[in-house]
């Protein structure tokens, strides 16, 4: 497994922004890709984001298509996500994890690694 470490998370305002950080503790090229999952109470876990590590190729599912954005930095073995337009049903915990096996992204028994998670609270 790869440890993952992430950053970011917080309370903003409906319409705020939010940056979280995902820094993987070894190369990465082993891992397929990185995806970030949320889950908020009494919710089961879903995929937001996937970014493929060697092509930089992104996903977005429906509801944060346009105002969130993933990227990756390969050198320091970084994944992000910018969160912007927020609303409060984005509130939930995050969560980065490494995708080792090929697959429907959204599945989490793709990723075998993952984030201790960081909790974003967007208020109305």
């Known amino acids: 497994q790869v440890q993952l470490v992430e950053s970011g998370g917080g309370l903003v305002q409906a319409g705020g922004s939010l940056r979280l950080s995902c820094t993987a503790s070894?190369?990465?090229?082993?891992?397929?890709?990185m995806g970030w999952f949320r889950q908020a109470p009494k919710k089961e876990r879903e995929l937001v984001a996937h970014?493929?590590?060697?092509?930089?190729?992104?996903f977005y599912v429906d509801s944060v298509r346009g105002r969130f954005i993933i990227s990756r930095d390969n050198a320091t073995n970084t994944a992000y996500l910018q969160m912007n337009s927020l609303k409060p049903e984005d509130t939930a915990v995050y969560y980065c994890?490494?995708?080792?096996?090929?697959?429907?992204?959204?599945?989490?028994?793709?990723?075998?690694?993952w984030g201790q998670g960081t909790q974003v609270t967007v208020s109305s």
């Open positions: 970014i493929q590590w060697r092509t930089g190729e992104a």
């Open positions: 994890a490494a995708r080792r096996y090929s697959g429907l992204y959204r599945f989490p028994e793709l990723y075998d690694s």
């Open positions: 070894e190369r990465t090229f082993t891992r397929l890709g």
